[in-house]
């Protein structure tokens, strides 16, 4: 999926839409990718002089990949809101800086019921761990 897909299924827009593309996706595991660049505007204050990706953004970019997963269930996914209902075991292993490429993986840890989803994700920056996280969100239909 390109960025335009993306938007399809996911409500989030700049400056907060922080994935670019979906590689894979299947019924129980997502990859997608973030180009960190130092255009991002939480870089301004974060931090001047030495730029650091926040890692709730991280996290935050983890579950929008995981989004995707969940909202690929529904036939209608642009109906549907998908709300954070648990955050375990987040580990950040080291920081994320400008001109990194992020990639997320997300699989399922059972299966996706009654439109809960609880995965375990991980982000890797140029090909190293930088973080780790147990997600669990709701999609909830919205019109």
Known sequence: MDVNQIMDMLPHRQPFL????????SENKVVGMK???????????HFPGAPVMPGVLIVEAMAQTGGILVLSTVP??????????KIDKVKFK?????????I?????????????CHMQGYAYANGKLCAEA????????VK
């Open 35 to 45: 180009n960190v660049t130092m255009n991002e505007p939480f870089f301004a204050g």
């Open 94 to 102: 080291q920081k994320v800086v400008p001109g990194d490429t992020l």
């Open 18 to 25: 922080l994935i670019d593309k979906i590689f894979e996706l």
């Open 104 to 116: 997320f993986n997300c699989s399922l840890i059972t299966p996706i019921r009654r439109g809960i």
């Open 76 to 85: 209608d996914p642009e109906n549907y809101l998908t709300f954070f209902m």
């Open 134 to 141: 147990e997600l669990m969100a709701q999609i909830t239909k």
